[in-house]
Every structure is written in structure tokens, then in C-alpha cells.
């Protein structure tokens, strides 16, 4: 009981952190010039070097291949395209929607007959793709919003596809070569062609130069090796399924603190479909106990 309440609580502390990470993300578009792609980098590189100074994993020799297209698109790619989402609309739009990404694995799944079309697993791809809805035609203008909103919900779905590839080519390559090893090497392959897209030096922020270091240390330290630290303690003691539930925490988090601290809303039926997301993650994870 004391293992599965720690994981539960490390599960949590990473699903903070990842919320966290957003809103820092959302403050430095915002009000410091800072380019997404920039950060990108700047977050793999420093996370990946801590995670390997760290865990110091072996080169996963064998499954090159798979690692770089799992580093690329499902690591880099996502996350590209979540700041982008996130610098052109907000950081809880950007996540409700990203999170649809448990349903199009599960839709995925059933349509290659990986998974059983239940009820219940239907049931979540609907629940995902009503939520999606809301979320883009609650957006000020409707389905004919601002081009800044059509082109922040456009960078969020694909976000939630890529995210989507993460989740069903990852497990394969976390078995064989193990989850430190995987999610380490990842993030540094994954930050090589982004740098060499936007190096370090190219960025030129505005505005208090302490608060962006600070800022990009909560991004790149924080939010990104320590929370994925937490995470993989976490999965040593409780079931993919209760991390997955307690992960839900991070778009909610996300939605209350953009609120609270960067005075950030949605509109109710945003908010709505924000709660059917989530709750569409919470149907799949009670479908697989």
C-alpha cells in the first residue's frame, strides 16, 4: 500500500511538473520573444544530458532505427508542435486537445483489430471527439475563429497525432532497451535536428533576461528531466493504467493555474470539452483493468 501511495504521489508531482512546464512555455511566448522551436531544443538537450548524467544508460545498440523515429517524431515533433499550439492560442487549449491522444490510439488500436471494439473503448473515441469539437468551435468566431486560433488548435491536433505515434511505437522499444535508456537517448536525438533547425545563440529575448533563464530552467530542468524522473519511478511501483489516470491532473492543472496565474479562460464549452478529453482517458484506462 506505502509503494502503490508513493507512486501514486510521484505520478502526480510529474503531472504538475509537466503543467508547470506549459504555463512557463505560455509566459515566454508571450512576454519574452521566445521562439517554440528555440525552446524545444533547449528543453531536450539540457533534459536528455541530465537524464544521462543521471541514469547513464547504455547506447540501445541494435534498435537505432526505431530510437530516431521515436526520438524525432513522437519526442520532438510533439513537442514542437504543443509550443506552437500553445504560443498561438494558450496552454489549456493546447493540452485538453493533446490529450485526445489516448483516444486515437485506442481508435487506432480497434480499427487494426490490436484491441477489441468495446463499448467502452467506443464510447472514450467519441467522448475525445466531441471534447475536440467544443474545444475548437468554443474558440471566439466558432469554427470560423481567428487565423491565430484556427492555426493553435491546427498545431494542437497534430500534437495529439504525433503524440498518438509516441504511444504506440514506444513500448516496443522501452522493453527492449529499458525506459531510462529509451526516454535519455531519445531526448538527445531527439534535440539534434531542432538545434540545427534554431541553435542556442539565435534566440534574442525580450524582457528580464533572469526571468527567461528561469523560466527556460523550470521548461528544461523541471518539467523535463525531473519530471520525466518521477515518471519512470513512478511506473516501478504502480500499473501504466493508475499513472495514466493520475497524469489527468495535467491538463486540469494546466486550465486552473493559466487562470489563475497568466488571468488565461476558455469558454464554458471549452471547458466542457476539455472535461471530455479527460474523461475519455479515465473510460480507456477503466476499459483495460
Known amino acids: 500500500m506505502h509503494e502503490r501511495l508513493t507512486g501514486l504521489t510521484l505520478a502526480a508531482a510529474a503531472a504538475a511538473l509537466w503543467a508547470i512546464g506549459g504555463i512557463s512555455a505560455q509566459e515566454l511566448f508571450s512576454h519574452h520573444d521566445?521562439?517554440?522551436?528555440?525552446?524545444?531544443?533547449?528543453?531536450?538537450?539540457?533534459?536528455?544530458?541530465?537524464l544521462l548524467a543521471v541514469f547513464r544508460p547504455r547506447w540501445p545498440r541494435g534498435h537505432e532505427f526505431r530510437l530516431i523515429a521515436v526520438a524525432v517524431l513522437g519526442i520532438a515533433a510533439t513537442q514542437y508542435t504543443w509550443f506552437e499550439a500553445i504560443k498561438h492560442s494558450n496552454v489549456a487549449l493546447a493540452t485538453f486537445v493533446q490529450y485526445s491522444a489516448v483516444a486515437m490510439t485506442a481508435a487506432w488500436q480497434m480499427v487494426f483489430r490490436q484491441v477489441r471494439a468495446t463499448p467502452?473503448?467506443?464510447?472514450?473515441v467519441a467522448a475525445a471527439a466531441a471534447g475536440v469539437w467544443l474545444l475548437a468551435a468554443g474558440s471566439p468566431g466558432g469554427l470560423r475563429a481567428s487565423h491565430a486560433d484556427e492555426v493553435g488548435i491546427a498545431f494542437a491536433l497534430a500534437s495529439a497525432v504525433l503524440f498518438s505515434y509516441y504511444?504506440?511505437?514506444?513500448?516496443?522499444?522501452?522493453?527492449?532497451?529499458g525506459p531510462g535508456s529509451a526516454t535519455a537517448w531519445g531526448l538527445i536525438i531527439g534535440c539534434v535536428p531542432v538545434l540545427a533547425w534554431t541553435p542556442p545563440w539565435t534566440a534574442h529575448p525580450t524582457g528580464n533576461l533572469a526571468a527567461v533563464a528561469g523560466l527556460t530552467a523550470i521548461v528544461a530542468i523541471a518539467?523535463?528531466?525531473?519530471?520525466f524522473s518521477l515518471s519512470l519511478a513512478s511506473l516501478r511501483r504502480i500499473t501504466p493504467t493508475e499513472f495514466a489516470i493520475t497524469c489527468t491532473l495535467?491538463?486540469?492543472?494546466?486550465?486552473?493555474?493559466?487562470?489563475?496565474?497568466?488571468?488565461?479562460?476558455l469558454r464554458p464549452a471549452q471547458y466542457l470539452g476539455g472535461a471530455l478529453t479527460i474523461l475519455a482517458v479515465l473510460i480507456l484506462a477503466r476499459s483495460t483493468t
Not at 120 to 124: F, P, V
Not at 223 to 227: F, S
Not at 251 to 256: D, E, I, N, S, T
Open 223 to 227: 518539467a523535463t528531466a525531473v519530471a
Open 250 to 265: 495535467e491538463p486540469a492543472l494546466a486550465a486552473a493555474a493559466a487562470a489563475v496565474l497568466l488571468g488565461v479562460t
Open 34 to 50: 521566445i521562439d517554440p522551436a528555440w525552446l524545444v531544443g533547449v528543453r531536450l538537450a539540457a533534459g536528455g544530458l541530465l
Open 120 to 124: 467502452l473503448r467506443i464510447l472514450a
Open 167 to 177: 504511444m504506440l511505437a514506444s513500448p516496443r522499444l522501452v522493453r527492449d532497451v
